[in-house]
């Protein structure tokens, strides 16, 4: 089986009840009201030993300043659903073609806590891709390996007080990459999918 097909495979397996997949509650911030629909890309390069492309966002953004994270961004109203959005995002973030991506599926939708529903899209790319960086939104692109970011063992609990409530993150730490917050969490979710996919 190829890549993509042993993924598609896995991601639409049939699962189980547990463990329970990650979400925040975003009810309780000044976000409120309806979550605000957004879309990632988890591309795969398609390798012996497959790797993850994530981006490292600028520090002058107004949101998630210097953070690793997908490829995305909200779902536009001309956008024709989560996978366009995308797949645009991509295009525009880090000059991915979207004729290059062999989409697999969706992932498990992703609530933040500060207001979005993010809907990860899962394909598989070439190797050895040359990206380029959108240098208002996007300061770098790496891969990480994809065994080394959905191995629990690398996926660290991390328990914090904001706003005067304890919060509950993961953390992935490769390399000189911190991968924190919304997009770890989506791996911890994408892990377990895959495990329940293998099993």
Known sequence: MTLAERLRAALHAPHDDGPVLLTEDVRDTAYGGAPMPAAVLVAVTDRAEPGLILTRRTDTLRRHAGQVAFPGGRIDPEDDGPIAAALREAHEEIGLRPDAV??????????????????PVVGVIPPDLVFRPE??????VFEAPLAFVLD?????????????????????MWGEHRIWGATAAMLVNLSRRLKWGLA
């Open 102 to 119: 062999e989409l697999v599926g969706s992932a498990d939708l992703y609530r933040t806590i500060t207001g979005f529903e993010v809907q």
């Open 135 to 140: 240098p208002g939104e996007v300061a770098a």
């Open 152 to 172: 629990p063992a690398n996926q660290l609990q991390v328990n914090v007080e904001w706003q005067g409530r304890d919060r509950h993150y993961y953390e992935i």
